[in-house]
């Protein structure tokens, strides 16, 4: 007889219970941030893996608004739906069971087996409903302290989690700086804007505007079920990107095909919602909706700590933000707010804007991606990257604009490692996939990280171990404090950029120095080319067409010496070279290099 | 005494009355879409300026789902606010009431003095409730025709109308063909994607749940109040950008400077939300919120006719779509498709994707730019475009990537002139503010169409009466039909593009031949400036800078030469030219010329 385990991919964790411990027993219980105090608090949560000697391979999993404590493999047999994070929580997953230890708890103020509004109250023996003190973000995180110290764990290798399990990653990383090596905080905002508070606001109106609701003390009854459908319904469309949900329902009708003319569901959407709505209220309890959301619009790290650069004074935690492109309910910029403060506080930050159409809801649906970039990072961080450098440069065939810089022969990065004084700090600007900037932490030991926009060479920073930041050179890299950097690269790119004067502008203001190599592109044999075929030179070392080439930006050593002089930038060296011969040139530079590095920085 | 009227601006149409006229009398009931029969039909109407004796001034105002036929000036004298579209329809507005005779009905199956479901049921002598036939957008406008007979209108000059009244525009234009002179859909769409349909179920879910909705016939009692204000507080989110929001309110808290920890509307935002959902429960009725949304949703052009372009095909009127730059309900490309489907069909368009923060509202805030392209194509209609070109290019300061083409003296000008043959059609790419094309037209009876990005140039096309589409060349050209023109001019454009070959071959799609004109940037003086100087030239041709010029792509005359040779483009004329000198050519054209006009096409 075949079970339904027979139909499961054979590579979860199996089966798995849920755990329960009782923590902040009176008079030992919780100071809310509400001015109340709670205890006992009872406490969901589920392990996975095996917490190894050293105690260092503990991995915390905090959840979102709806999600609890079961993020991995089955509860039973006949069980037919996993945990909700079954996708990236498993062995040779990108969170890997056989490796790590993994922690997840159902937050304080939920209905999944953690004390919340549902929980009865010890003085009335009655649910508590709406007498259930207010919660916060905060509160949740310092419940999850307690009961990972009651695991035995000083210290976590990473704190993970999405939408409102990243705030909760927030606060650790801010609460408890020691205790965390590693944090990413996936499709996160530190503070909600005023779109996100309108739609939960809205939300809760339809709960408390639902007869049934009976101020909170419905439990005896049958509940706000309209109400809490209709929350659900406003969530579901946040959490789909508008293209996501054309391309599943698109005007699609459920039954027939001519419309109905009365007002049942009959668009396919409409019944989505409808089912998601009945779903949700058969798993979910209306008062922790309340509670849940409330403690989202309230928590504000910018306001608490007077600025988000306060509030991530003392992180210790190398720290990986994600967002997604077609997140329109906590935004890629949302994200990059988190980690422009931290960059102003000088931390160790890596950010990628995963490529996605699934909205805010890519979190549970980009397995591979976000598996690749979370498991790479958690190796690094257990000192064990994925890809151990030594320094050979592969040649690479993805992105167009890559290629460029790539598919040469790098003559300029021997040089550029030679202007580098060790132990210096590093900004490579146009990383690619981290070549120059491995061997300079190799060989330099420069603190080094990496700007790029393309998701498979930040993909490969990753692995390789370097924090890399998914940033637009020509527009954002006011993301970077001023005088953070003792050198700023520019590595044959300039030639390819829409604005370069303000981009050399912003890494003069970034670094100390800045180093820029790019072609030279009145070289002699250009020019006899010109006049005997008069047309736009192609040479070894420009090797494409007026039509395809990514060098936008034709310079030559002489115009780079007078933009300078122009614009008050001071020229340390001047290093003509032609390609596969060290030395750099002396007689006619001009003309005969084929490309050039410049040391430069802003005029006293 | 000071009434609230001398605090009015004193330049609108001042008091105005809603008129009523009863249509439909049985037995010459509306046959409705659903398969009932509907009659009499009261309607309430506003009308503004005089309807001249040609009976030719006429403009139809469509109203959105929540607006009425006061559109302007007070009902009065102790009226505080004005109609919902006053910015727009006055003495020297946007839509001039000098000049023509502005109408604006409630719509059928509204609650603003047109029968709709709050309206008395003949047959029962009580209001209609959910009894009342579900109507559509179709039957709205089958009302608002009969209601312009009886003002005896044959041919409407313009139909105009933002949202859901852009629906009945498109309605007017397909049902109507020889009705309408010009349309004007503003933020519209032929069919609401599912993202829309999503939010119009959760309203209307939140009336229904209402228990004081009672199926509809709640007019005894006090009304599904809550449930309607939840609808429009949903509506309201949909209706702002996120920026908007973050501008208007961010995170300010209402009355205090810290938390309350209740469930009280604390937030700004939630109580701007309370605020607008008490005051629409005050003006509107709930069943007909839920026929309306019910009648967007069901509008789908396409599925009617089989797919947009057939809808379009005996299309007409001249139509202006406009979006908005951030309004992501009703979003520009759901105006483009309405843009695409009747250049499918050789129609007369012309589309702006205006630049606006203010989401889908923009229509009713953005007074200055709509007033300016609605006034100047209403003018061209009429006849009397803003602009009479006289032919004299003036020089124009505002977009740097339009200054290349146009602050230099433009030599390609007359020869392309030349090369068009009488009577043609032509597309210009990158056509600015019309000049070039208002020669052709003017001299070479041209018809003609341009592609612009810069709002200010699109403007200044439609002050002169041109059709010009708001699109990116690089990657929006597939909107036009492959052969649907006999010339494609891209007159020194070509070395700003980022893609030119993509360019050139989509140009080679659409038009029969292809002109294209650029500097030649191996000029002798070039090359004896980089030798000389060692610099990247500038010259009087191509005044730039390294860093700062709009020409990113470097080409000769033989490059573009071998270009079309290795892409089986076939060369029809190569004219090399020297600025201030008409005569092309002839000896060592390729240093010597200065720029060059090639006429091209297809290899057959």
Redesign the interface.
């Known amino acids: 007889m075949k079970t339904d385990a027979d139909n499961r991919p054979p590579d979860g964790v199996g089966l798995v219970e849920t755990q329960t411990v009782t923590l902040f027993e009176p008079p030992a219980s919780l100071a809310l941030e509400?001015?109340h105090r709670l205890g006992p608090i009872q406490v969901a949560y589920e392990t996975y893996g095996v917490l190894n000697a050293a105690r260092d391979n503990a991995v915390l999993i905090c959840h979102a608004l709806s999600g609890d404590a079961h993020v991995a493999g089955y509860h039973d047999e006949h069980d037919r739906k996993p945990g909700w994070w079954d996708i990236m929580v498993g062995p040779g997953k990108g969170i890997d069971t056989n490796k790590y230890f993994v922690i997840c708890s159902n937050i304080l103020g939920g209905c999944r087996g953690t004390t919340g509004p549902s929980s009865l109250n010890p003085e009335t023996g009655k649910p508590w409903g709406?007498d259930f003190?207010?919660i916060t973000i905060e509160d949740m995180v310092k419940v999850q302290k307690r009961l990972i110290e009651h695991l035995g764990i000083d210290r976590l290798l990473a704190v993970i989690g999405g939408s409102m399990g990243g705030m909760q990653v927030l606060e650790w990383i801010v609460r408890y700086p020691e205790a965390v090596a590693a944090a990413i905080p996936i499709a996160t905002t530190a503070?909600?804007?005023?779109?996100s508070?309108?739609?939960d606001?809205?939300g809760?109106?339809?709960i408390?505007?639902?007869?049934r609701f009976e101020h909170g003390q419905y439990h005896a009854g049958p509940g706000p079920d309209?109400?809490l459908?209709?929350a659900r319904?406003?969530g579901?469309?946040t959490y789909?990107s508008?293209q996501g949900?054309?391309e599943?329902?698109?005007?699609e009708l459920r039954r027939a095909d001519k419309?109905s003319?009365?007002?049942g569901?009959e668009?396919?959407?409409?019944t989505y919602?409808d089912h998601q709505g009945r779903a949700f209220v058969e798993r979910f309890d209306a008062n922790s909706y309340?509670y849940i959301t409330?403690a989202m619009?309230?928590y504000?790290l910018a306001?608490r700590h007077g600025s988000l650069e306060k509030a991530f004074q003392h992180v210790q935690a190398r720290v990986f933000a994600m967002s997604f492109s077609s997140d329109?309910l906590f935004?890629p910029q949302q994200s990059r707010q988190i980690v422009d403060a931290l960059l102003a506080n000088g931390k160790h930050v890596t950010y990628s804007e995963v490529n996605s159409r699934y909205g805010h809801d890519a979190f549970l649906l980009e397995p591979e991606v976000l598996g690749r970039l979370i498991g790479s990072f958690l190796a690094s961080t257990s000192g064990r990257p994925v890809i151990e450098d030594n320094g050979n440069v592969q040649p690479y065939s993805e992105a167009p604009a890559i290629q460029t810089a790539w598919t040469r022969q790098r003559v300029d990065y021997d040089r550029i490692e030679q202007l580098i004084e060790p132990g210096s700090r590093v900004l490579d600007l146009g990383c690619g996939r981290g070549v120059l900037l491995s061997r300079l932490i190799r060989n330099r030991r420069a603190q080094g990280l990496g700007v790029e926009v393309f998701q498979d060479a930040i993909c490969e920073c990753v692995e390789r171990g370097l924090p890399v930041l998914d940033l637009d050179l020509e527009n954002e890299l006011s993301s970077l404090p001023s005088r953070s950097y003792d050198y700023v690269v520019l590595s044959q790119t300039l030639q390819t950029l829409?604005?370069?004067?303000v981009v050399i502008r912003e890494m003069l203001r970034i670094g100390r120095f800045g180093i820029v190599s790019f072609p030279n592109?009145?070289h002699w044999k250009s020019?006899v080319q010109?006049?005997v075929?008069?047309?736009?030179p192609v040479t070894e070392a420009l090797p494409f067409?007026?039509?395809?080439t990514p060098n936008?930006?034709?310079?030559?050593?002489?115009?780079f010496d007078?933009?300078c002089r122009e614009n008050h930038i001071r020229v340390h060296r001047r290093i003509p070279l032609i390609v596969g011969r060290r030395a750099p040139i002396r007689i006619l530079p001009?003309?005969r290099a084929e490309e050039a590095i410049f040391v430069i920085s802003r005029q006293a």
Chains 1, 2 share one sequence.
């Open positions: 509400c001015g709406l003190p207010v503070r909600l804007n005023a779109q508070i309108a739609f606001a809205v809760r109106n339809a408390l505007a639902d007869p309209r109400g459908a209709i319904m406003v579901h469309i789909l508008e949900m054309h599943k329902f698109g005007r419309y003319y009365d007002f569901s668009f396919s959407v409409e919602l309340l409330k619009d309230y504000d306001a329109w935004t829409r604005r370069p004067d592109f009145v020019i010109m006049i075929t008069g047309r736009t067409r007026w039509y395809n936008v930006r034709c310079l030559t050593i002489r115009d007078r933009f001009g003309l």
